[in-house]
């Protein structure tokens, strides 16, 4: 790659370049912090558990990433606003038989308070990670972490454990007066990475074509600006100058992933701004990157990794379309779409009807390329479907979609 070699040049890139030279420390690597911590009996490290694989961080650690066995760290935001994010993550887990829990002891990571209102204490941020990870540990579970927030903000706090002994001290106070161990996770795992893991068993299962989608990729800066070092890269993806989650999983499934000259910046939501500028979070999700993906590549789809990130790109596009923007691409998360491409119910699993940019054009080019011929994803027959349940449930002839319901892949052949 061509070095940069003035300022102008590397604000054009919106990035500098990743070197990767074994000769330079180019961060401490905190693991072997954290195994002297663990000498010392000053926290317990939890090993990530086998089956795992092994994948490459941006500076050339190996990081490792559990395939099962997994405690479900929730989002707060995926459930309340995009429940088809989540239930598309256990869904894949189901559909490939691997164990794991969705706890219902979970607490928020409160990265509300962390980022945007600043109305907690340090300790006390840190004790709510730590007593997650400790509930995880006495499930015999490992912590993926479903939300970039989540996952950035622990990342911090465990950098912040591992450098300050004070902090150590009052957080293990908390985790003695709650009965609990002070544990620490060996690794701090995003769900994307494990999608990334398992891109290929999902194409080995893939049923609907996705040859003729051409979608844009927005990173979430919680995943990969936020203790930079511990992101998955790829020196096939951007030639390792971008992370490698998401854009992976999408060329897997057979995607025309498209490249856009804001992809570097946020998505809008920001923490701060979407609580008390909305406008401008509003203007910078539909302006900087929905009218720039549109004008420039014209995408079916966007995807992305983070829960703020679908909610801000999704919902925000409706105040664009009210002022005449160059607006209207649907926003799902990689784990939505490889459900989808797996054969899963669009709203029994993937619940498209959550999301606010209208997803059915979308939806119509699924299996265009497919055997059973041009427009034969039927999507509109799940639709009925679906209705049908809803006014099952009105009637009180059924409590609720079950995963029974939802676990059998789509049919073409109906």
Not at 137 to 147: F, R
Not at 167 to 176: F, G, K, Q, S
Not at 242 to 259: P, S
Not at 358 to 378: E, I, Q, T, V
Request: net charge negative; glycine share 6%; charged share 25%.
């Amino acid at each position: 790659m061509p070095e940069l070699t003035t300022v102008e040049e590397i604000l054009e890139r919106k990035s500098h370049a990743v070197r990767r030279d074994p000769n330079l420390a180019h961060t401490h690597d905190i693991h072997e912090s954290l195994l002297e911590l663990e000498a010392k009996g000053e926290i317990i490290l939890q090993r990530v558990p086998e089956p795992f694989v092994e994948v490459t961080t941006k500076y050339g650690r190996t990081k490792k990433i559990p395939v099962e066995h997994t405690w479900h760290h929730k989002s707060c935001g995926q459930c309340g606003h995009i429940p088809g994010y989540t239930s598309s993550i256990f869904w894949l887990h189901r559909q490939l038989g691997l164990d794991y829990l969705d706890p219902t002891d979970q607490t928020s990571c409160t990265g509300w308070n962390y980022y945007a209102s600043a109305t907690s204490n340090m300790a006390a941020q840190a004790a709510v990670m730590s007593r997650n990870f400790a509930t995880a540990y006495e499930a015999g579970y490992y912590p993926l972490i479903h939300c970039g927030t989540s996952f950035g903000h622990y990342k911090e706090v465990r950098e912040q454990l591992v450098h300050n002994q004070a902090l150590r001290d009052e957080v293990r106070r908390v985790m003695d007066k709650l009965g609990k161990p002070f544990v620490i996770p060996e690794e701090i795992v995003h769900y994307s990475e494990w999608v990334h893991i398992m891109r290929d068993r999902f194409a080995e299962r893939q049923v609907v074509d996705l040859s003729s989608i051409k979608a844009t990729v927005h990173p979430s800066c919680h995943y990969y600006k936020v203790v930079a070092e511990d992101a998955i890269y790829d020196p096939d993806i951007y030639g390792g100058q971008r992370m490698a989650t998401v854009t992976t999983t999408l060329k897997t499934l057979g995607i025309n992933v498209a490249d856009y000259s804001t992809w570097f910046d946020c998505c809008g939501f920001g923490f701060r701004h979407i609580l008390v500028e909305r406008d401008f979070t509003r203007s910078f999700a539909v302006q900087r990157k929905i009218e720039t993906m549109k004008n420039e590549v014209n995408p079916d789809l966007v995807v992305t990794h983070d829960t703020g990130c679908v909610t801000t790109l999704d919902k925000s596009q409706f105040s664009g379309r009210a002022h005449g923007r160059n607006v209207g691409i649907p926003v799902l998360s990689d784990a939505q779409v490889a459900a989808l491409a797996m054969g899963a119910h669009p709203f029994r699993v993937a619940q498209l009807h959550w999301h606010s940019t209208d997803w059915r054009p979308f939806l119509d080019k699924l299996g265009l390329n497919s055997p059973a011929g041009a427009g034969a994803y039927p999507w509109k027959i799940y639709w009925d479907e679906f209705q049908e349940d809803l006014d099952a449930i009105r009637a009180g002839k059924k409590l609720g979609i079950t995963w029974q319901d939802a676990d059998q892949p789509v049919n073409f052949n109906k």
